[in-house]
């Protein structure tokens, strides 16, 4: 089941994002249509980005660590891509 992860603020004037884990895969979606397709926890709910990377996923050892980690680079990845186009 699609289950809500967490929200990124939108940079400018693009709208808020929520992250949603489909079956292990991370998807992203505009807040509004997380909000139609009535995704849970509501969006206002959700930890924002910065937040839920910070967080220790579970205190089942050095998997779920490294998943963390993985995760936390990948949006690494994304803030600096992102930060290419952002205007100063």
Not at 11 to 29: Q, S
């Amino acid at each position: 089941m699609k289950r809500g992860l967490y929200r990124i603020r939108g940079i400018g004037d693009l709208p808020n994002d929520a992250r949603v884990d489909d079956d292990g895969i991370e998807v992203p979606l505009e807040e509004e249509l997380y909000r139609k397709r009535g995704y849970l926890p509501p969006f206002e709910l959700l930890p924002w980005s910065e937040e839920y990377l910070r967080l220790p996923q579970s205190a089942e050892g050095v998997g779920v660590t490294k998943e963390g980690t993985e995760r936390a680079a990948r949006e690494r990845s994304r803030q600096e891509f992102l930060g290419r186009f952002r205007k100063p």
